[in-house]
């Protein structure tokens, strides 16, 4: 039975009257008209399924089933940033179609960027008909974790009644059109818009000021993107119940309406949705298309979840067809992490050289500097150093930057800590003496099941330890036996262990070591620290996972991390 405050809240929207007025907002106003090689599906009410439809001189057309495979539904797919693709069909009944067929004899291998980056026959050049338009229907999430809906309450003392106020339209006063361009072009030259209204309440918007809900307007028009148009109502509906389902095939909608009119806790709960998102696709178009995103909508947590991901998983990164994408500046935020995981600092060299190198001109001299002058030149084996004259691609264009850098690797290698500490020019919190996350030499990868129990690695990179090395003593506890049987009180599990086998601080030098867990073989999911040597794995119902991982089906990395004290 409706309680008395909300009835006295029914009344107020009942006797609310319609005013005059109207307002407009573009929402992904950006995304409304649909760009030369655009990919669509149409004729169902799942985005992630639907006719597929190319976008060629200003006019929307099919695809002809010749020639048609997995892999060319893997393409669209992932063009419409899904993971990939489910099944595709032929002669599905998806609605009238009149437009022309515009593919023909497709032939894809599976990881063109773009549709039209295949093989095909020619624009408009098919014999085919329309009852051999082909169909697909696009992965929306991860196999092993399916498309399951997240349910984002924030109901505190609200009732449901207003959900109910929002289905009736009960008394509502004020009018949202939400316009969306479908790309086909009418008679007279103009675009033709899909429409939907919905009625609302002023006084449930006014909470909002971004709809301008005031009393002399009386309805609003907003630019929804195609692809987002299903999920507009449920955002309105949100608004009244604080209750929505979200899908990861619709989290970036939501997100992008509630950081529109400023629905700010619908943005944080979304955004953290997005880390679970990022480990999806391998090839990374995803994750750079959401750097992307991040930077347009300001959101500071995703843009920083984005950059993590990449710092984590970079080996990957420097070999996925979206390598050749990633802006100067973003590869210049990832270098200025300590966090990146690489084999050594002279993979990141040759990484930057080879992207350089591989644009040609379309870097400036500028921006090629300020990435060289990024990576951490004393932390380069000295053997590599010697070589860098001869070997390297881009010496010659910059030779004093090499020069220099050189010079001060060659003096942190080659000096002792106290000579270095009389070099005003040293300072060892500067970040080029300070080691990444290395796992050539540095490293060791496990099971919770291994058999290893020690290793060893180089005391410090520097060439005047050189031979010298660390132990370290590793455990996995699964169970309360595993601890108690090695003298252990586990707070919770699993428990890591990494301690070293024998006092090294005479060496002046301290541990900073951090464990990695890989998710399936297949992306770093979680990098943390020890505390006293131990440390406790986050499961993925805690909230300390980074990303979330299938079954927790880790394998462990422990890698050791030297640093020079100073005291």
């Known amino acids: 039975m409706p309680t008395r405050r909300n009835m006295c809240l029914l009344w107020l929207l009942l006797l609310l009257h319609v005013c005059e007025g109207a307002f407009r907002v573009d929402l992904f106003k950006s995304t409304a008209q649909p760009r030369e090689g655009d990919v669509r599906l149409v004729g169902s009410k799942s985005p992630a399924v639907g006719r597929v439809e190319v976008y060629h001189d200003s006019k929307w057309g099919t695809v ?5 495979d997995m892999a060319e539904a893997q393409v669209v797919c992932r063009q419409l940033h899904f993971p990939g693709a489910k099944s595709f069909d032929i002669g ?22 773009h549709l039209f980056n295949c093989g095909f026959k020619g624009w408009g050049v098919t014999d085919c008909t329309h009852k051999e338009d082909v169909g697909v229907t696009c992965e929306t999430e991860d196999t092993s974790l399916g498309d399951r809906r997240h349910l984002l309450d924030h109901t505190f003392s609200l009732s449901d009644d207003l959900g109910k106020t929002f289905d009736d339209q009960r008394g509502c006063n004020f009018l949202i059109v939400a316009k969306s361009a479908s790309g086909n072009k009418m008679q007279n030259g103009t675009l033709e818009m899909l429409e939907t209204q919905i009625c609302a309440h002023k006084i449930m918007l006014s909470q909002f000021p971004l709809f301008n809900a005031t009393e002399d307007i009386s309805s609003i028009t907003v630019d929804v993107s195609l692809s987002c148009r299903p999920y507009f109502s449920s955002f309105i509906r949100y608004l009244y119940t604080r209750k929505i389902n979200v899908t990861l095939s619709s989290v970036q909608c939501i997100h992008w309406m509630a950081s529109k009119f400023g629905v700010k806790q619908l943005v944080e709960d979304t955004t953290r949705l997005f880390t679970q998102v990022l480990p999806e696709d391998p090839l990374f178009h995803t994750q750079l298309s959401l750097y992307k995103y991040a930077e347009e909508t300001g959101d500071l947590v995703l843009r920083e979840n984005c950059i993590q991901y990449l710092a984590w998983n970079f080996v990957n990164l420097t070999t996925s067809p979206a390598w050749a994408d990633i802006s100067a500046e973003l590869f210049g935020l990832i270098l200025s992490r300590s966090d990146v995981v690489v084999p050594d600092e002279f993979f990141l060299l040759q990484s930057v050289e080879s992207w350089i190198t591989e644009r040609g001109n379309a870097t400036s001299l500028k921006s090629q500097v300020d990435l060289l002058n990024r990576i951490r030149f004393p932390m380069i084996a000295v053997e590599k150093l010697y070589a860098l ?70 005391i410090h990179n520097s060439l005047i330890f050189q031979g010298k090395k660390a132990g370290w003593g ?79 089906n880790y394998t462990y990395r422990f890698v050791v991390r030297p640093e020079y004290i100073l005291a």
């Open 64 to 68: 002809c089933d010749d020639g048609w």
């Open 92 to 113: 599905q009944d998806y609605g009238q179609v009149t437009g022309p067929i515009w593919l023909d004899d497709i032939q894809c291998n599976g990881n063109e960027k």
């Open 389 to 458: 004259e001869v070997n390297s691609s881009l010496y010659s264009t910059h030779q004093k930057l090499y020069h220099d850098n050189m010079l001060k690797a060659f003096q942190f290698n080659v000096l002792l800590l106290s000579n270095l500490l009389s070099n005003p020019k040293f300072d060892n919190a500067e970040e080029d003496y300070q080691p990444r996350l290395y796992t050539d030499s540095w490293s060791i990868a496990v099971t919770p099941n291994h058999q290893i129990r020690t290793f060893s690695t180089p």
């Open 474 to 552: 590793l455990g996995i506890f699964t169970s309360q036996y595993q601890c108690s049987n090695q003298g252990l009180r586990c707070k919770s599990l699993p428990m890591v262990r990494l301690r070293p086998q024998s006092d090294y601080s005479r060496y002046k030098v301290i541990f900073h070591n951090r464990l990695l867990l890989m998710c399936q073989g297949k992306y770093i999911c979680e990098v943390q620290g020890f505390k006293d040597d131990v440390g406790y794995i986050s499961e993925n119902s805690t909230v300390g996972l980074s990303y979330p991982c299938p079954d927790n």
